[in-house]
């Protein structure tokens, strides 16, 4: 591996920017949830949660705190976790696509590949949270 590529993939501000890309997605949603409360409260009314202001503020505080947890790395596997069982039940809720018939799979597909993604992504930085934090108690010891 290129000398270069190698110092990248140590380098602290890297590991900060890509935590910042991962948790801008949830911190952003969780924000426009609680911006936007009649958005949300009437986003939970069509896919059929009652009471929609206990599911919007829950997922609100599930997206922020599992941001949280990435930008700051403490406890980045209970933030992965959380967001992970939060993406898959919003396949199970929202994006139906064995319900779904013509065009309109393709789209509901697509998020539901999307989601895959964000979840691999999501385990990803929690494997390379634990293998960094390993590599820095090895520089501590004698």
């Not at 949280?68 to 929202?94: A, E, K, P």
């Not at 309109?104 to 390379?128: C, D, P, Q, Y």
């Amino acid at each position: 591996m290129p000398d270069f590529i190698e110092r990248s993939l140590n380098s602290h501000r890297l590991w900060i920017i890509a935590r910042c890309f991962m948790a801008s997605l949830f911190l952003g949603s969780s924000l426009f949830k609680l911006l936007d409360v009649s958005g949300s409260f009437k986003e939970m009314e069509d896919l059929g949660l009652e009471p929609v202001w206990f599911f919007s503020y829950v997922s609100a505080f599930i997206l922020a705190s599992g941001a949280y947890c990435i930008l700051f790395d403490q406890y980045m596997w209970l933030g992965v976790v959380t967001l992970s069982t939060y993406l898959l039940l919003s396949i199970l809720i929202t994006h139906t696509f064995w319900n779904i018939s013509g065009l309109e799979i393709r789209h509901t597909l697509n998020f539901v590949l999307e989601h895959f993604a964000m979840i691999g992504g999501l385990m990803s930085i929690a494997i390379a949270s634990h293998f960094r934090q390993k590599s820095k108690q090895l520089e501590v010891l004698p």
